[in-house]
């Protein structure tokens, strides 16, 4: 027999995960629909000429392609930005400039999975194209900061910075630099020294005041609802530099020291890629699995995603149809409410099934009750029982 | 320079069709969540001997299997029932029997695209396991049939046979049997004979009549609310065979020929593949691309899909303030607003955007309007302007 067991890096997610998966998703598709931003979906599998070289040596090395059955090389999609260049392109006579959309699919990365990565995981974007004014940039802040308000979120910080900071600094050195957070102050110096790069230029990196122009994309965001205390200038911040040409910006939370929960900025070289012109783009990227993890650390997911509200039993073939019409009614009450479906099962076991299922109540309908035209309602948290009419019941369980 | 294309057979959805498949997709959770299913997310990828052999020999030659960089043979989702049955034995001490879940995720098949087929497409599926009982039969039909009523249709069928009608009939004498409703019967009885069956068996087996165990299946689900009218006993529908071992269902749309718009049944042999026991089953299968295809011609979308309500423009960079306390207290009143993020833009060319992305209001805000402390509200259906102060403007909007 075939043993049954998942690829390494790849995830089942049972209904307890799913629903906090789903809930993450829901509450970010409705902030970003707030401002706009409209849903986009693109194919897991693209031409592998589409992808390739453009993520790197690394992204060379870790993308899944292969030669399809009609001899084709396919590649699966290993981010969400190159495919929306491709359809910025593709479609460049029927999208309308400026472009505001959302894009959450999963992505595929052959990654070592000993770091803790995953080989399938969800990517949730928001970008604008189309325009490269301050207020762009700005909106960008002001719905990723929103997004993670509404998620629970109070203490995250928004780093800012902007490619200027580096002048004309070679890419190893910034690169060096941008790891100040994970390795210190002591350990960039070093390696800095190791490349051959004056060690003092951390020092004058650090020391750089914001720019004029940085300074107006924070006074927008201010205006646009973000709180001046969570934007951080971090004139070290470059998160691979040579694709962010203005504003960078990152979304972290001081006691989670895995990583930080988003990032993103102003790239306005890369979604031109396949067409002829130059299209000016600005976005953001959410951490979805580092933010699904410290929302379950910091307790935020609500203690109701549990989507079924009560369960009806059924106490004997004869009183099965009693409890159909229970349940036929709650529905309509807009209750999410499951029937146990075999009348054969003892009430005992019916009960159990509930509690394994986490669902918070369960009707139970004997004879007695159908003579009196009621129900009993168990609360399954607290053990409590109640007898109620059957006009109560809605009420009794919102 | 590359050229920016899909690959044959897969499809991206621009902002006005990814809104229509989230519609459908909510609307349907909405209606499995109201019966107690839940989500169930499985990866992309599984190991190849997971899904081979598993689908026929044409599975087995429509099916993405290649070797990924670690030399592992693995294989692209190609339904969601597998996977399942994988689920169910991997995890047989978390999942609590009966397992009532949904998955709705994009699946994978090399298919002849000539004949409109996507090689990329959505599977929504509801599937009981654990349970034999007819209740847990007539609950699927129930789901399904309040499933399309919620997206607004009203004169679906809903076909139904046993396995049982069949008896011990030749699998390649049901095949053809089961073409009845596409090739009619003359055509039916003709393949019959050159295959050497009798063909009067097509006569007999539409004689056949309502067994006990379906007609129970039948009274329960009109009890579970299914209107008696739209179901229809059907003794030629198989699907398929080897898979059902009993209650087998198909929903259509008279009007609509190319297809059903869903099917399903019970399997009691396929979920218990990877276990030592046998799991018994009862599931049903929604064509989402089809559903979109005849909800479109149906007009069964709300008007009211564009995610957007209203586009506040920029009359000029000093009064950019205004426009923005405005953007922001219409989405704290729970409207979706969005900003012209260019004050540089001419006020027609922002209008024209709105027109492009179908927005169906547009606030101006000039000097005129800020000395009075009110805004135009332009109505883009009606071209009606109002001049409102913004205490009416939320109510105006909504």
Same mark, same amino acid.
């Given at each position: 027999?075939?043993?049954?067991?998942?690829?390494?890096?790849?995830?089942?997610?049972?209904?307890?995960?799913?629903?906090?998966?789903?809930?993450?998703?829901?509450?970010?598709?409705?902030?970003?629909?707030?401002?706009?931003?409209?849903?986009?979906?693109?194919?897991?599998?693209?031409?592998?000429?589409? #992808?390739?070289? /453009?993520?790197?040596?690394?992204? $060379? &090395? +870790?993308?899944?392609?292969? !030669?399809? %059955?009609? @001899?084709?090389?396919?590649?699966?999609?290993?981010?969400?930005?190159?495919?929306?260049?491709?359809?910025?392109?593709?479609?460049?006579?029927?999208?309308?400039?400026?472009?505001?959309?959302?894009?959450?699919?999963?992505?595929?990365?052959?990654?070592?999975?000993?770091?803790?990565?995953?080989?399938?995981?969800?990517?949730?974007?928001?970008?604008?194209?189309?325009?490269?004014?301050?207020?762009?940039?700005?909106?960008?802040?002001?719905?990723?900061?929103?997004?993670?308000?509404?998620?629970?979120?109070?203490?995250?910080?928004?780093?800012?910075?902007?490619?200027?900071?580096?002048?004309? #600094?070679?890419? /190893?050195?910034?690169?060096?630099? $941008? &790891? +100040?957070?994970?390795?210190? !102050?002591? %350990?960039? @110096?070093?390696?800095?020294?190791?490349?051959?790069?004056?060690?003092?230029?951390?020092?004058?990196?650090?020391?750089?005041?914001?720019?004029?122009?940085?300074?107006?994309?924070?006074?927008?965001?201010?205006?646009?609802?973000?709180?001046?205390?969570?934007?951080?200038?971090?004139?070290?911040?470059?998160?691979?530099?040579?694709?962010?040409?203005?504003?960078?910006?990152?979304?972290?939370?001081?006691?989670?020291?895995?990583?930080?929960?988003?990032?993103?900025?102003?790239?306005?070289?890369?979604?031109?890629?396949?067409?002829?012109?130059?299209?000016?783009?600005?976005?953001?990227?959410?951490?979805?699995?580092?933010?699904?993890?410290?929302? $379950?650390? +910091?307790?935020?997911?609500?203690?109701?995603?549990?989507?079924?509200?009560?369960?009806?039993?059924?106490?004997?073939?004869?009183?099965?149809?009693?409890?159909?019409?229970?349940?036929?009614?709650?529905?309509?009450?807009?209750?999410?409410?499951?029937?146990?479906?075999?009348?054969?099962?003892?009430?005992?076991?019916?009960?159990?099934?509930?509690?394994?299922?986490?669902?918070?109540?369960?009707?139970?309908?004997?004879?007695?009750?159908?003579?009196?035209?009621?129900?009993?309602?168990?609360?399954?948290?607290?053990?409590?029982?109640?007898?109620?009419?059957?006009?109560?019941?809605?009420?009794?369980?919102?």
């Amino acid at each position: 027999m075939i043993k049954p067991q998942t690829l390494k890096g790849f995830r089942d997610f049972l209904p307890e995960q799913a629903k906090k998966r789903q809930y993450v998703i829901e509450v970010l598709k409705k902030v970003f629909e707030s401002y706009g931003f409209e849903p986009l979906e693109t194919p897991v599998l693209e031409y592998e000429e589409i #992808l390739a070289g /453009k993520y790197g040596d690394e992204g $060379d &090395k +870790l993308m899944y392609r292969f !030669e399809d %059955n009609g @001899k084709r090389r396919v590649a699966m999609r290993y981010d969400q930005t190159v495919p929306l260049a491709r359809v910025v392109s593709q479609y460049q006579n029927i999208i309308p400039l400026p472009f505001k959309r959302y894009q959450i699919q999963p992505v595929f990365r052959a990654e070592n999975t000993q770091k803790g990565r995953y080989r399938e995981f969800v990517q949730c974007d928001i970008d604008t194209l189309g325009l490269n004014s301050s207020a762009t940039d700005a909106e960008i802040i002001a719905v990723s900061a929103k997004a993670f308000e509404k998620l629970g979120f109070n203490d995250f910080r928004i780093l800012i910075n902007s490619r200027s900071t580096f002048g004309d #600094l070679p890419i /190893k050195a910034i690169t060096i630099i $941008d &790891k +100040l957070k994970k390795i210190g !102050e002591k %350990n960039v @110096k070093e390696e800095l020294r190791k490349n051959d790069f004056d060690s003092g230029i951390l020092e004058k990196i650090q020391k750089t005041t914001l720019s004029d122009s940085l300074n107006l994309v924070i006074k927008i965001a201010q205006k646009m609802g973000v709180d001046k205390e969570k934007i951080i200038f971090e004139p070290t911040l470059a998160r691979g530099l040579d694709y962010y040409t203005g504003t960078i910006i990152e979304i972290d939370y001081p006691t989670y020291q895995a990583g930080s929960l988003g990032g993103g900025g102003r790239y306005d070289n890369l979604i031109g890629l396949f067409a002829d012109k130059k299209v000016p783009a600005v976005g953001f990227s959410f951490g979805f699995d580092r933010i699904i993890e410290v929302m $379950d650390e +910091l307790k935020l997911f609500p203690s109701e995603l549990q989507t079924t509200k009560v369960l009806v039993t059924i106490f004997s073939l004869e009183l099965a149809d009693k409890s159909m019409t229970i349940t036929n009614s709650l529905r309509t009450s807009n209750i999410n409410a499951e029937i146990y479906l075999d009348a054969n099962t003892k009430i005992d076991k019916q009960l159990k099934y509930a509690d394994q299922k986490n669902i918070p109540y369960v009707i139970i309908l004997g004879p007695e009750e159908v003579k009196k035209n009621t129900v009993i309602l168990k609360n399954m948290k607290t053990r409590e029982q109640k007898q109620l009419t059957l006009d109560q019941l809605p009420n009794a369980i919102k």
